[in-house]
């Protein structure tokens, strides 16, 4: 069963806009993560957050967490075309057992 | 490339037959994952292993599916009797050790299954 959902389901923005995407879970967390996966391809880890965070960067990522609402959103600042690809959540409720992934945001980024 | 791998890449079969998968983890993670993803979803955990010991299995799907990791480096996933609904794309995972590492999972590029 998913663990929480994103929103929205599908984004689409033009080169150089920021896109926000946003998660929100059901239950309590250790941490949260953000992957992503480029179409039929993989899953690749960008970014971990713990549930004592509230904000972390990475390069052109930004990501927030709120506990209280149960909810995290990433911020890709000045996109790119090849930033195009589907992102999901992945929330850890037991330090590396199991990840339990919401149904993702299909960003598209047209050049 | 030291990822993660998964073989085969693709797998087309007939229903009721058997199929196996491997994965290869990073070397000396020892922490292992399976998941299953199907078209238009994020993935779903199946089981995963902490060197040779298969420590979660409640969320296998089925008795048709089992996976194994004998000497705590490669691990297979075998479904027996395959039906339609087993057509995913399943996924392998794997973890360093390490208090605070073991968190990030490191995803290897699955193998398609379809089930005719």
């Known amino acids: 069963s998913q663990q929480g959902e994103e929103d929205p389901q599908a984004l689409s923005i033009q080169e150089g806009e920021n896109a926000t995407m946003n998660c929100s879970y059901k239950t309590s967390i250790n941490n949260l993560q953000w992957y992503r996966q480029n179409s039929g391809r993989g899953l690749v880890h960008l970014i971990l957050?713990?549930?004592?965070?509230r904000e972390k960067h990475s390069g052109r990522l930004r990501v927030t967490l709120d506990t209280s609402k149960k909810s995290s959103s990433l911020l890709i600042t000045a996109s790119r075309a090849a930033d195009t690809a589907s992102y999901f959540c992945?929330?850890?409720?037991?330090?590396?057992?199991?990840?339990?992934f919401g149904g993702g945001t299909r960003l598209m980024v047209k050049p | 490339d030291t990822g993660v791998s998964q073989n085969p890449r693709h797998k087309i079969t007939k229903r009721g037959q058997n199929v196996t998968f491997r994965c290869d983890p990073i070397?000396?993670?020892?922490?292992l994952y399976w998941y299953r993803q199907t078209l238009g979803q994020g993935p779903e955990f199946l089981t995963y292993f902490q060197n040779e010991a298969q420590l979660e299995k409640s969320r296998l799907l089925s008795d048709r599916f089992s996976a194994e990791r004998p000497k705590g480096s490669f691990s297979t996933l075998e479904i027996q009797r395959t039906e339609q609904g087993d057509s995913a794309m399943y996924l392998c995972a794997s973890s360093p050790r390490g208090r605070g590492q073991q968190e990030t999972q490191y995803f290897g590029p699955g193998t398609r299954l379809l089930v005719l």
């Open positions: 957050i713990r549930s004592n965070e």
């Open positions: 992945a929330t850890d409720n037991n330090a590396g057992n199991m990840l339990t």
């Open positions: 070397s000396e993670h020892n922490r």
